[in-house]
């Protein structure tokens, strides 16, 4: 494949009827990788590496250059160095380097490597090391800006002011009502060494949802760090976790909120009040298109406390929350077809986030103060923007010229043109393939030759793993609307891909 071209014909393989795009294996330093198996990518309940022993292979991803550091990890895993160890060396590496604030931008490094993992694991044998050599090479950028910008660098504990295990967890609640950094920073290393991945990811997710800075990134690092850990194991958690703290105590230039009202933090203190009306057998609810449809108008039209209202009407009516989820999920898609962008991007990738949360948390208070976050910070993605425009329940699929594989280049070929047409397209494809695997894996490897930066690898891995979570009735449309931010076929392969190839022919 050549920069700028359409899919050459030729990577494409007929596979049961249908096409999928060809392995990419044969890009520069991966030709001479062994494949990774979905086992070995996978979390394995008797997987232990001390913190001790992976400290050598974090020192040298932060000590190698940009240059050499993909050839030389290259030389390492030949040698026996496995998917998870590097997994995690990278996520330590960003986490003691780049500093968590904003949360964003060049933290973007740290964000991005659960969306890689996923990526990886979703991807053939042969490929799964090329998201994580994304990462690392992403790290590196963002650590030279992190450099330029003061060089930030985690400090030490201070232990002296540690508290006891048996005050760890009511020690790290009042340092983050009261956005205490020192104090948090204390308490959240007394977590890590005394307390259970479950118990510390519901703390989390109490707080990583509270205020509406930084969109939607708290969220989404608390989801993305969490998921990670669970692959590389909660021995390498403490630095991860001061580093989650930090971020969301981040206020940006704000007045401390525990001693203000601020826009920010409004919808969150107004949904801790409103989630005691949630009658109580909530979670038994039927799921209902109408009542989509009436939370997707509450979503176009109303303010944010107007949404989390609309949800509590609907889930006592005896709604089910899937189908408020339905609503969010179409909603932030359809922000995302009226305005492409940074912004209605982050719709889509925090409300993946928050579902995410909501379906491993076992408190239902959390549970229902989440989703009612989710309702509310839709309308504040939206801004003032008037409710015109294409809405998704709308959205008419138009015919395809090819079928099967051909269908699929014409789809991808279509999204570097017209985005609005491609959608339409999507939805002709999905009627004759309600299992769109072969699309899908196309989508993810368009990604992988053309993704420019982090949002690439996030927004492509919630999509993918979202559309699972949608019902029946709304799915095809919310995949539709992602092309409005999925990579065609016409782009320009991306400066990674260039630099493998280069290497293959040298």
């Known amino acids: 494949m050549h920069s700028g071209s359409s899919i050459n014909r030729r990577r494409f393989l007929r596979v049961g009827g249908a096409g999928a795009l060809l392995g990419l294996g044969h890009l520069g330093v991966l030709s001479r990788l062994r494949p990774v198996s979905a086992a070995e990518a996978r979390l394995e309940p008797n997987f232990v590496r001390f913190r001790a022993e992976i400290e050598p292979l974090v020192r040298f991803i932060e000590d190698t250059s940009r240059e050499r550091l993909l050839e030389e990890v290259g030389a390492r895993i030949k040698r026996g160095l496995s998917y998870r160890e590097l997994l995690a060396a990278l996520l330590l590496a960003g986490v003691r380097n780049i500093q968590p604030r904003p949360v964003g931008f060049k933290f973007h490094a740290v964000l991005v490597v659960n969306s890689a993992h996923l990526a990886s694991l979703s991807s053939p044998d042969s490929d799964r090391w090329l998201p994580i050599f994304w990462a690392l090479d992403h790290f590196k950028g963002s650590q030279a ?223 229902k103060f989440l989703l009612l976050q989710g309702a509310a910070f839709l309308p504040l993605f939206r801004g003032n923007r008037d409710d015109k425009g294409t809405r998704i329940d709308e959205l008419q699929p138009a015919p395809l010229t090819a079928s099967g594989g051909q269908g699929i280049e014409e789809i991808f070929a279509e999204v570097s043109r017209d985005r609005m047409a491609a959608a339409r397209k999507v939805l002709a494809y999905l009627k004759d393939h309600p299992q769109p695997k072969e699309l899908i894996d196309a989508a993810r490897v368009l990604i992988f030759l053309k993704g420019r ?27 539709a609307a992602s092309v409005f931010n999925l990579r065609g076929s016409g782009s320009a392969d991306n400066e990674l891909v260039k630099r493998m190839r280069a290497a293959l022919q040298s």
């Open 145 to 367: 800006q992190d450099v330029k910008e003061g060089d930030w660098t985690m400090s030490a504990v201070e232990e002296s002011r540690v508290p006891p295990a048996h005050k760890a967890r009511q020690a790290f609640i009042e340092a983050m009502e009261h956005w205490d950094e020192t104090a948090a920073d204390a308490a959240v290393a007394a977590l890590a060494r005394s307390a259970g991945a479950q118990e510390v990811f519901e703390l989390f997710c109490r707080y990583c949802a509270r205020d509406f800075r930084e969109i939607g990134h708290k969220v989404i690092y608390v989801a993305n760090s969490w998921r990670t850990l669970q692959a590389i194991g909660w021995q390498h958690a403490e630095p991860v976790l001061r580093s989650l703290a930090y971020a969301l105590l981040d206020r940006l230039r704000d007045a401390n909120p525990a001693d203000s009202d601020l826009p920010a933090d409004r919808p969150g203190r107004h949904n801790l009040e409103l989630r005691i009306k949630v009658r109580t057998d909530w979670l038994a609810g039927t799921v209902s298109a109408k009542a989509t449809e009436e939370m997707l108008q509450a979503l176009r039209q109303g303010s944010a406390s107007d949404a989390s209202e609309k949800a509590i009407e609907l889930l006592n009516r005896g709604v089910a929350p899937q189908s408020v989820w339905d609503a969010l999920f179409d909603g932030a898609g359809e922000l995302l077809m009226r305005e492409p962008g940074i912004r209605s991007l982050h719709a889509v990738t925090c409300t993946n986030a928050l579902h995410f949360e909501w379906q491993h948390c076992s408190s239902e208070e959390t549970r």
């Open 453 to 479: 930066d982090a949002h690439d690898y996030k927004f492509s891995s919630a999509v993918l793993e979202d559309y699972q979570n949608i019902s029946p009735a709304w799915r095809d449309q919310f995949l």
